[in-house]
């Protein structure tokens, strides 16, 4: 079972934040996956503070997106690109050639799924995966009817994600329909997901991710085939938790000596 751990967003940054940094000052080689969207925002902020803060040498960090529209430029300050370029890769002071988001390239697009799916291979895959979830219960862009078993490749949003991803476009007609995402079967391998939530319009995605039935109508209860998953949601988002309670008497009662 997922270890669910309630704190507020701040807090939530804030343990996130020092999980990754302690696992790179133990493996600099530390491939790092990295999620799009508001909610882990404040975590790369944490992250880039104490590194800075503890001199942390961040030279070989690799990081891997989950995933980027298609049908905008590298260069739209909306693309998955740019958003990991100023919030990941400049602000933690990485490598940019460590870094790398799907192409979306037109011209390569038959063979940009399984490109990307080698790169993290190579790289030796991905030792902590960070994730967001949509209200539809969205992981990367796996929109609900996404396999459980998929790899990289093309899909097409949902209306509720367009509607939800217009604020940060001019219109909703501004928005891509399509993108380039890590299937549910790329997620699975990486070696601890780190699940996060906050905000009321979470809560229903969260109880079925969770505590629901596997099922590929909501991607994001793929979490609970894997054997590492860390959710940490603050009250808002775990409000619909059927075990909220014994989740919160688990973590009040966790040994000293155990990680998350
Ligand atoms: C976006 C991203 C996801 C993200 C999700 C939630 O569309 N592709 O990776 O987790 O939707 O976004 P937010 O964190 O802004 O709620």
Redesign the pocket.
Known sequence: MAEIIIKSEQEAAEMAARTIVDAIKANPEFVLGV?????PIKVYAEIAKLVKAENVDVSKVKAFA??EYVGISKDHPESYYQVIKVNVTDQIGLRPENVNTPSPDIKTVATAGADYEAKIKAAGGVDLQI????RDG????NEPGSSLASSTRIKTLTQE?LE??ARFFDSIDDVPKHCITQGIGTILRAKHLLLLAFGESKAEAIAGALEGAVTSSLPGSAVQLHPHVTAIVDPAAGSKLKNLEYYKWVYENKPSWDAI
């Open positions: 999620a799009t969207g508001s909610t989950l995933d994730l967001g979830i949509g969205h992981v990367g862009f994600t939800d991803n």
